[in-house]
Nanobody, 115 residues
Framework: QVQLVESGGDLVQAGGSLRLSCAAS????????MGWYRQAPGKERELVAR????????IYADSVKGRFTISRDNAKNTVYLQMNNLKPEDTAMYYC????????WGPGTQVTVSS
């Protein structure tokens, strides 16, 4: 069955960096566009970044452009999110999923940015 396991979240100070990882299994990862999403308390889940199956095309939410970078390693079935210059408003639970054919959500990884 499909498994999406996120990791790398932590408590960091504003201006700090984190690298999130998402290990995927149970579907053809190398053929799938993948997305990173986040959900803050009391808010709806939102798309943070998306990467094409080959890794050559990416899109970002305006709020993270220039600070976050999405990448992938198809040999490892893993998608990454490098987050730099973190802000308190980036505090949320972060999830990955197949962008076009969303599966059940994984447990997520908590990112907390203190001011």
């Amino acid at each position: 069955q499909v498994q999406l396991v996120e990791s790398g979240g932590d408590l960091v100070q504003a201006g700090g960096s984190l690298r999130l990882s998402c290990a995927a299994s149970g579907f053809t990862f190398r053929s799938s566009s993948m997305g990173w999403y986040r959900q803050a308390p009391g808010k709806e889940r939102e798309l943070v970044a998306r990467i094409s199956s080959s890794g050559t095309s990416t899109i970002y939410a305006d709020s993270v452009k220039g600070r976050f970078t999405i990448s992938r390693d198809n040999a490892k079935n893993t998608v990454y999110l490098q987050m730099n210059n973190l802000k308190p408003e980036d505090t949320a639970m972060y999830y990955c999923n197949n962008y076009y054919d969303q599966y059940s959500w994984g447990p997520g990884t908590q990112v907390t940015v203190s001011s």
